[in-house]
């Protein structure tokens, strides 16, 4: 693998797969059990809250039963010893790339070990159900929603990662379905700024004719190898 100096990594769901945590699009995926609209959009949370709080609030307990898999422990390896810039971008709300050791992570679609107040609209560390309605340790009010940002909503630091993506000159997405925007776009934003373009994921991504090179398995083994090429430079 060539020499980079600037590299942009985008993960989702699939990167999780291998630890437990279900994806979202595959067979028996999240959103085959659940009604995006009902649980994953403003209008849900304001028809049925409860719904929604409890929907998350499983998601966030599960973490406790599952652990980051060997394509984490790599992207963790490569922010320690990759001498380059490295922005490590994901779309999973779970902990799994900090618990991997990942110690810089940007969350574009917000974390379930966060919580947003709808009143002050301030975010703090949720360790709690959010059933149990706990008050928002900033201005006391009971009304704490999961920090992740449903669809309809702005995701976030977009400012950071347009900015990353105009300048890296390698952009890797890996375990993602490229299904939903503008995640999805990110590719076409690196192509647009000379990048090499690199997949990494079980099949092909909705994206994959937008990528130069794309590697094709669990990433529990690419992710791995192809860590260890860009180490050994
Ligand atoms: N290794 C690598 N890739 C995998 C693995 C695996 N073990 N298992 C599944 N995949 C791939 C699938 O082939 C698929 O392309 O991971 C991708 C998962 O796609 P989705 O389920 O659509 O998840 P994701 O792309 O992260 O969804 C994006 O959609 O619903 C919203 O906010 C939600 O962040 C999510 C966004």
Not at 90 to 97: G, K, R, S
Not at 137 to 157: I, N, S
């Amino acid at each position: 693998m060539a020499k980079f100096e600037r590299i942009v990594i985008l993960t989702g769901a699939g990167i999780s797969a291998e630890s437990g945590i279900d994806t979202f699009r595959d067979a028996g995926g999240l959103w085959e059990r659940h009604r995006v609209e009902d649980v994953a959009t403003p209008e849900g949370f304001a028809r049925n809250p409860d719904l929604v709080l409890g929907f998350y609030d499983a998601r966030r307990a599960a973490l406790e039963s599952v652990e980051p898999n060997a394509a984490h422990r790599a992207l963790a390896r490569l922010e320690a010893e990759f001498t380059g810039d490295l922005l490590l971008v994901t779309q999973n709300v779970d902990n799994l790339h900090e618990r991997g050791g990942s110690k810089d992570v940007l969350h574009m679609h917000g974390e379930l070990s966060s919580a947003l107040c709808t009143s002050c609209e301030m975010r703090s560390p949720l360790d709690v159900p959010l059933l149990d309605r706990p008050k928002c340790p900033v201005c006391q009010a009971p009304t704490l929603r999961p920090d992740v940002v449903w669809f309809g909503e702005m995701p976030y630091r977009m400012e950071r990662i347009y900015e990353a993506l105009g300048t890296c000159d390698l952009f890797v997405s890996i375990g993602t379905s490229g299904a939903v925007y503008p995640a999805a776009g990110f590719v076409q934003e690196a192509l647009m700024n000379g990048a090499r373009t690199l997949e990494l994921n079980l099949e092909p991504s909705e994206g994959s004719r937008f990528f130069t090179e794309s590697r094709h398995g669990r990433a529990g083994e690419i992710v791995p190898q192809w860590v260890e090429e860009v180490l050994e430079g």
